[in-house]
T-cell receptor, first 113, second 115 residues
Framework: GENVEQHPSTLSVQEGDSAVIKCTYSDSASNYFPWYKQELGKGPQLIID?????GEKKDQRIAVTLNKTAKHFSLHITETQPEDSAVYFCAASIRTNAGKSTFGDGTTLTVKP | ETGVTQSPTHLIKTRGQQVTLRCSSQ?????VSWYQQALGQGPQFIFQYYREEENGRGNFPPRFSGLQFPNYSSELNVNALELDDSALYLC???FGPGGSYNEQFFGPGTRLTVL
């Protein structure tokens, strides 16, 4: 089955700096890679996703890159703000069924004001 | 549009007991996936229900079972509770497998503590 590894497990940055979180996956059949933000007491919320036919996707301060050959993908957050502090999860699935996703173990991001 | 809701919010049980957790899917969604999230870990896929039928199962024993109802709401049942079953149980709804890129939406979860 699919295995997703996520690094680092914790990340502390100064407000305004950039943050990068990296994930690798094992199953070459996976072709949909969402990123979720989970705040305390809440369920994961999708913040951005990328499909295997795209190498990069941006949404304001957030970007995701995908290297299919190396089977890794990354989340980039620029100009971090204290409200970006949360746990971030990467996941991998088959594009037609994101409901069967395999998740990484999460990165706790702390943005210091 | 109503989001995904789960009940109860918190639950405390003892070893050996049985528990039922409930999930109401987002309006228009016909698929519900259940995940177990242990403390400090990512969600782990338990199973998925699509149009009232189980549509895939993760690496969980048969004492984890589920149901989906005609209105697409769902239940997760766990029998013979063990201490390791203590976790946050998440439900996510989506608009069916087989279509194009079906984003899933998560509920807030049910925190289960087994003593």
């Amino acid at each position: 089955g699919e295995n997703v590894e996520q690094h680092p497990s914790t990340l502390s940055v100064q407000e305004g700096d950039s943050a990068v979180i990296k994930c690798t996956y094992s199953d070459s059949a996976s072709n949909y890679f969402p990123w979720y933000k989970q705040e305390l007491g809440k369920g994961p919320q999708l913040i951005i996703d990328i499909r295997s036919n795209v190498g990069e996707k941006k949404d304001q301060r957030i970007a995701v890159t995908l290297n299919k050959t190396a089977k890794h993908f990354s989340l980039h957050i620029t100009e971090t703000q204290p409200e970006d502090s949360a746990v971030y999860f990467c996941a991998a699935s088959i594009r037609t069924n994101a409901g069967k996703s395999t998740f990484g173990d999460g990165t706790t991001l702390t943005v210091k004001p | 549009e109503t989001g995904v809701t789960q009940s109860p919010t918190h639950l405390i049980k003892t070893r050996g007991q049985q528990v039922t957790l409930r999930c109401s899917s987002q309006s228009g969604h016909n698929t519900v996936s259940w995940y177990q999230q242990a403390l400090g870990q990512g969600p782990q896929f338990i199973f998925q229900y699509y149009r009232e039928e189980e549509n895939g199962r993760g690496n969980f024993p048969p004492r984890f079972s589920g149901l989906q109802f005609p209105n697409y709401s769902s239940e997760l049942n766990v029998n013979a509770l063990e201490l390791d079953d203590s976790a946050l149980y998440l439900c996510a709804s989506s608009f069916g497998p087989g279509g194009s890129y079906n984003e899933q939406f998560f509920g807030p979860g049910t925190r289960l503590t087994v003593l």
